[in-house]
């Protein structure tokens, strides 16, 4: 088992940025693909960045690449989501999932830290 705690987030001005954490307990760390997701009011979850095991490969969605950055830091099981420019649209319920590298589905996740952006 896996726990995911998220902190960081909070209520933002637009242009402005923020830092999400996600820290990870339970059973090792390293070996999980880390992703982040948001779920607006009334929208589905959606993928908003993923970072393998290393650190060495990452995605994100093309509605946040080049203004979030993902990161982990493995000696301290926890991984980052780095959110620059932020929009209104922006705006979600962030939270982050784990799973192993052959697992088609994210099998862990935590319950989601708010992010609002305001005009």
């Known amino acids: 088992q896996v726990q995911l705690v998220e902190s960081g987030g909070g209520l933002v001005q637009i242009g402005g940025s923020l830092r999400l954490s996600c820290a990870a307990s339970?059973?090792?760390?390293?070996?999980?693909?880390i992703g982040w997701f948001r779920q607006a009011p009334g929208k589905e979850r959606a993928v908003v960045a993923r970072i393998n095991w290393s650190g060495g490969s990452t995605y994100y969605s093309d509605s946040v690449k080049g203004r979030f950055t993902i990161s982990r830091d493995n000696a301290k099981n926890t991984v980052y989501l780095q959110m620059n420019s932020l929009k209104t649209e922006d705006t979600a319920v962030y939270s982050c999932?784990?799973?192993?590298?052959?697992?088609?589905?994210?099998?862990?996740w935590g319950q989601g830290t708010q992010v609002t952006v305001s005009s």
């Open positions: 339970g059973r090792t760390f390293s070996g999980l693909l």
């Open positions: 999932a784990a799973k192993e590298a052959w697992s088609a589905e994210f099998n862990y």
